[in-house]
C-alpha cells in the first residue's frame, strides 16, 4: 500500500494555510492520501529557541509581505489577520474530535477553520469561533464546545505535540512524504517532483 502524506502544521500560519490549499491535489495526482495534523508550532518554538515571524523585526515585516506576494502568486484569497498569530489550541482539539469519528469531515472543518482566519479574519482563537465554524459544517455545536474540553482530546493534542517534537517537526508547514521532511509552502514543488520521480 502506498503511504500516506504526513501534513503538520498550525492553524496560525499563513504558510500552513497556503500549502492547504494545495496539498491535497498533489497527492491526489500521485495517488496518495494526506494525514492532516495541526499541532501546536509554538512548542517546537521553544525547543529551536525561535519567535513568531510576525514577532521578529525585520523578518516579520517581510514575511507578512511575502505571505501576500505568496498568495498572489498561488491564486489564493488571502488577509492579513487583524489578530496575528493567535493561540489555536481549541482549534486543534475540535480538529481532533472530530477526526475520531471522521477523518474527511476534520479536514474540511480545517480548512474552514483555516479560510474563516485568512480570508475572512475571524478569531479563531476564540471558542465561539471555532464552535461556530463547526456549527456551519452541519457539526453539533454542543458536542463540538463541550468535546474540546475533555481530558481525552486534550491529551490527544498533547500526544500529537510529543510525536510532532520526536519526529524533528519543527515549523508550518511540515510535510512527511516516505520519511522525508519537507518544510515550508514554498517546498510543495519538491515535494510533486520527489512522488514524480521517487526521490533524488
Known amino acids: 500500500m502506498t503511504a500516506s502524506i504526513e501534513f503538520y502544521f498550525d492553524f496560525a500560519s499563513p504558510y500552513g494555510y497556503l500549502a492547504s490549499e494545495r496539498i491535497e491535489r498533489i497527492a491526489e495526482q500521485h495517488g496518495r492520501s494526506v494525514i492532516w495534523r495541526p499541532f501546536l508550532v509554538g512548542a517546537a518554538m521553544k525547543v529551536s529557541e525561535r519567535k513568531p515571524l510576525a514577532w521578529v523585526p525585520l523578518v516579520g515585516d517581510y514575511a507578512a509581505h511575502d505571505v501576500k506576494r505568496f498568495a498572489r502568486y498561488w491564486d489564493i484569497p488571502f488577509v492579513i489577520p487583524s489578530h496575528w498569530p493567535v493561540a489555536t489550541v481549541n482549534a486543534c482539539r475540535a480538529f481532533y474530535l472530530l477526526e475520531e469519528t471522521d477523518h474527511v469531515a476534520a479536514r474540511h472543518f480545517a480548512q474552514a477553520l483555516y479560510r474563516a482566519y485568512f480570508r475572512d479574519d475571524r ?49 508550518s508547514p511540515f510535510i512527511i512524504v516516505d520519511s522525508e521532511s519537507f518544510w515550508g509552502a514554498d517546498r510543495l514543488q519538491q515535494v510533486d517532483q520527489w512522488l514524480s520521480r521517487g526521490g533524488w
Do not use: C, M, W, Y
Not at 142 to 154: C, L, N, Y
Open 123 to 171: 478569531d479563531i482563537s476564540d471558542r465561539e469561533t471555532v464552535v461556530a465554524v463547526a456549527s456551519e459544517l452541519g457539526h453539533d455545536p454542543t458536542h463540538i464546545a463541550e468535546g474540546i474540553q475533555t481530558d481525552r482530546i486534550k491529551q490527544t493534542l498533547r500526544s500529537v505535540n510529543d510525536e510532532a517534537l520526536d519526529r524533528g517537526v519543527f515549523g
